[in-house]
Nanobody, 121 residues
């Protein structure tokens, strides 16, 4: 019903920058919160940043001042600008969206397939 497609991951040196994008498509009536999570090897998936439809944002303490989340509601797309990257930012990054599905008018929680971000020291 709803698909999330991420792009923008890769390998970068410490101190560098990357920009992740996630586009939602399918049977979408509206999208509430959108966010980015990450999962490092052997660790649980944790919230990195989230943004509501009204533009309110929330960040993990570890990324405050370095990462910026934004969204384009017209394109159903969320972005994560990551600056001053550190080796500890290395993880698979997942996009998440809470979507009101057009066909069912039910709220659903959807995930992207994940994109690898590797920061070398």
């Amino acid at each position: 019903q709803v698909q999330l497609v991420e792009s923008g991951g890769g390998l970068v040196q410490a101190g560098g920058s990357l920009r992740l994008s996630c586009a939602a498509s399918g049977s979408i009536f509206s999208i509430n919160a959108m966010g980015w999570y990450r999962q490092a090897p052997g660790k649980q998936r944790v919230l990195v940043a989230a943004i509501t439809s009204g533009g309110f944002t929330n960040y993990a303490d570890s990324v405050k001042g370095r990462f910026t989340i934004s969204r384009d509601n017209a394109k159903n797309t969320v972005y994560l600008q990551m600056n001053s990257l550190k080796p500890e930012d290395t993880a698979v990054y997942y996009c998440n969206a809470v979507v009101l599905v057009s066909s069912t008018r039910a709220l659903g929680d959807y995930w992207g397939q994940g994109t690898q971000v590797t920061v070398s020291s």
